[in-house]
Structures are given as C-alpha cells and as structure tokens.
C-alpha cells in the first residue's frame, strides 16, 4: 500500500492505492483523530479506479488553468 500524508491541525489527508473488491483504485481522503486519539477515515474523499487517473490528472491540470486565469492562484 502506497501512501503520502499531509497534517493540518487534526485534519490529516492520505492517498494511497489499494483493492476492493479485487480491482486497484486510488483512495484521497481526509482522517481525523476521534476522542480516543484514534485516526479514523471521513466521509469527504474521493475512490476511484486506477485506470481513471489520467482523467483525474486532466481535470485538476484544466482546474488549476482555471484557477490561474482567474488569477486565484
């Protein structure tokens, strides 16, 4: 299991890459510490297949041109 993180306060994001339902896919989302200072997955994140992340790619690369145009970024 591939996997990056990034902390923000309690919020931390993981992506990593792993089967269900025997096929590979590409899971993004956000974890928090429950009381038990326990990390536990929210319901805000994305899965999708492998084979979709050239798709995924072409959108965030067109929503940062966006971004940048508007000068948001």
Do not use: C, N, V
């Amino acid at each position: 299991m591939l996997r990056a993180t990034l902390s923000k306060g309690i919020q931390i994001q993981k992506h990593y890459i792993s089967d269900y339902g025997g096929k590979k896919r590409i899971d993004i989302r956000i974890w928090y510490k429950d009381d038990d200072d326990e990390l536990k997955p929210s319901k805000q994140g994305i899965s999708l297949p492998i084979e979709r992340f050239k798709d995924l790619k072409k959108l965030i690369t067109d929503l940062e041109d966006a971004l940048k145009e508007k000068k948001l970024l």
